[in-house]
């Protein structure tokens, strides 16, 4: 059993953090979940679900084999706040643009961030995926600094190569994208073929 971090932060598309879980939770990993006080909202607002309930949701994929862990945002005595804790993979999904300028600063305000720093200095592997349009200047700079650490840069950005019918198919592409990024097989998405 893997283990992976994953953050949900305020950034509109909470659809692809609980998805991933899906899928992370259904190849029997154990996930530790950390959702910022906005991720909270904008996941009530957007799908419907306060905690009870996502922990309810997750708990069909749990019955499968999956374990999850949720954590309070300001913990920052959780054994995720420490090197000494090992994990295969941390992912932020969706990455507001704050959060993304706190982890490029080097600052640890919450969990979440410890966690992203933890995982930088311990040169593990982070996956972040920002969800905000238009870019400025700023949010590039931070983005390319995290790059140049190594950080994986997923933007969620839907292809249309493979033909979408649905809002899945398209959410079904970037978390398939995040889990290649995680170097985890997956079915989520028809990949190029060529013309």
Known sequence: MARYVV??????????????????????????LLITENGGKVLKHE?????????????????LGGVIKKYDI??????????????????????????LAFIAGGM????????????????????????ETPLNSIHLEN????????????????AFYHNPKTIDDMVNFIVGRVLDALNLPNQLYERWKGV
């Open 47 to 63: 799908l419907g679900f306060d905690m009870e309930g996502l922990v309810s949701h997750f708990g069909k994929y749990e019955r």
């Open 108 to 131: 640890s305000h919450n969990l979440l961030q410890r966690a992203a720093d933890v995982f930088l200095k311990e040169k593990r592997k982070i996956v972040i995926v920002p969800r």
């Open 74 to 99: 300001h913990d920052l005595f959780a054994p995720i706040a420490s090197g000494s804790f090992q994990a295969d993979g941390m992912v932020i999904i969706p990455c507001s643009m704050s959060t």
């Open 7 to 32: 953050g949900i932060t305020g950034a509109s598309g909470s659809i692809y953090g609980v998805r991933l879980i899906e899928e992370l939770l259904k190849a029997k990993n154990e996930v530790h």
């Open 143 to 158: 983005m390319l600094k995290l790059s140049r650490m190594g950080v994986h840069i997923v933007p969620a950005m839907p």
